[in-house]
């Protein structure tokens, strides 16, 4: 974030934190396996504030959610998924301070502070290796997710969660 003057990078498994205005690394973060998921790599998100960084790790058959202090690279908390490979957080909410992540079907509300889970909605079935969250969005209310809910991928079905 240039607000809070650093910004955030990732190679391999190692998260960065670098000053804005010289380069200069401020903290290194190493995740538990690789920064992946599934084809690609998941960026890390910085909440709206500016003050925290969220990073998926992925290491064999966990997905770990990392909250960390943009300033220093702090751990704040840290919420784990088993069989996970696919999972990530896309979304802070700044006026409620919610943080949003899908695992496979499932979109998981945490309170981006605590790291507490505020609630889960399903949106299909789970499916191992196959039902993969690829993005949601909220809108009139409501939660809406894409999956590619298995073989041959179309990333057509859409679902709205209340």
């Not at 840290?78 to 490979?85: E, G, K």
Request: proline share 4%.
């Amino acid at each position: 974030s240039f607000a809070s003057g650093v910004v955030v990078s990732f190679l391999g498994t190692y998260l960065f934190g670098l000053d804005a205005a010289t380069g200069d690394e401020l903290w290194r973060f190493h995740c538990d396996g690789a920064l992946a998921a599934d084809e690609g790599n998941v960026p890390p998100l910085i909440d709206a504030e500016g003050t925290r960084v969220f990073v998926a790790c992925y290491n064999n058959d966990v997905t770990n959610f990392t909250a960390l202090e943009l300033a220093s690279g702090e751990e704040a908390w840290s919420a784990s998924f088993d069989n996970q490979y696919n999972a990530q957080c896309f979304a802070h909410e700044a006026a409620t301070g919610l943080l949003y992540c899908l695992k496979a079907s499932d979109l998981h509300v945490y309170d981006g502070a605590t790291g507490e889970e505020q609630w889960t909605a399903s949106t299909l079935g789970y499916t191992p290796l196959l039902d993969h969250a690829n993005g949601a969005a909220k809108c009139d209310g409501g939660y809406h997710s894409c999956t590619d809910y298995g073989p041959p991928a179309d990333y057509a079905p859409l679902h709205h969660n209340k």
